[in-house]
Nanobody
């Protein structure tokens, strides 16, 4: 079992930055792919970014060049740095984990989910 605990959400003006953290408990994240998803009101949950250890990463087109994922295996934590935020980036952000041996597309196969972090972006 892996428990994922998120932090770092909040309200920011358009053009601003936020960093989300996702701390993992129970297993080390080095053997897990980690994904970041978001769900805006009235919309389906979408994959924002994902990656394996140590550095392979995927970003959806709308966030490329603005969002960056990283992980600190020593702290068993992954991060999503969000820069140049836009109102359309608002939503609830979830981190998720799946075994790295699960060679599926980045958007599926996640067994463990965080509780969600609310991100609001004012225009």
């Amino acid at each position: 079992q892996v428990l994922l605990v998120e932090s770092g959400g909040g309200l920011v003006q358009a053009g601003g930055s936020l960093r989300l953290s996702c701390a993992a408990f129970g297993r080390t994240i080095s053997s897990y792919d980690m994904g970041w998803f978001r769900q805006a009101p009235g919309k389906e949950r979408e994959l924002v970014a994902a990656g394996s250890s140590p550095s392979m990463s995927y970003y959806t087109d709308s966030v490329k060049g603005r969002f960056t994922t990283s992980r600190d295996n020593a702290k068993n934590t992954v991060y999503l740095q969000m820069d140049s935020l836009k109102p359309e980036d608002a939503g609830v952000y979830y981190c998720a984990a799946r075994p790295s041996t699960r060679s599926w597309g980045w958007g599926s196969g996640y067994d463990y989910w965080g509780q969600g972090a609310h991100v609001a972006v004012s225009s």
